[in-house]
């Protein structure tokens, strides 16, 4: 018998920490082949924050993060909230662990990278922090990216359900 797969938990990007006005943070709201990614901003610092809103409380079980061919974090650590699910600042993001990424020279910068993690978590918000990129030929103004990212597992019966997009702008000192 073939494996069941978890079905898709739906998501709102919240939260970037910078975005590159034709690679916006909107991009991962979308799954298709038509989707270009995010960028971070053009010589960012680092790390760079992508913040998921969850449309209602679930119990993630699997992230997938597809990495841009080009713009590749070296590190991505993975963090999920759990607390009030319309405001990302009263949650506790804990820690899950991080994924590493390939310079991709060996393609030549043509293929991307798809990481799958299993996880068992209850959130209502996943962050992904992306580290310094790889210093690449193709990539000359430093920006780290990702292409998709998908969350599978079960959304919590019951769950209050959050209103997308209502989180605060990102402030960094």
Not at 89 to 105: H, K, Q, T, V, W
Not at 142 to 164: D, E, F, I, K, T
Request: charged fraction near 20%; proline fraction near 6%; include cysteine.
């Amino acid at each position: 018998s073939a494996a069941q797969v978890d079905p898709k938990i739906p998501f709102t990007v919240c939260r970037c920490s910078s975005e590159d006005a034709e690679h916006p943070s909107t991009e991962l709201n979308t799954m298709s082949p038509h989707t270009s990614g995010w960028l971070s901003q053009r010589f960012c610092e680092f790390p760079q924050e992508v913040v998921l809103q969850l449309h209602s409380a679930a119990r993630v079980r699997q992230i997938q993060v597809l990495s841009h061919h080009e713009s590749i974090s070296q590190r991505i650590e993975i963090f999920v909230g759990t607390g009030h699910p319309a405001n990302p600042d009263a949650c506790r993001f804990d820690r899950l662990g991080y994924i590493s990424l390939d310079s991709n020279e060996r393609s030549r910068f043509q293929a991307r990278e798809l990481k799958t993690v299993q996880v068992d978590a209850a959130a209502n918000f996943v962050r992904l922090r992306l580290h310094r990129n790889h210093a690449n030929a193709k990539n000359l103004f430093g920006q780290v990216g990702l292409v998709a990212v998908a969350l599978r597992g079960s959304v919590s019966a019951g769950a209050p359900q959050s209103q997308p997009g209502t989180g605060l702008p990102m402030q960094y000192g």
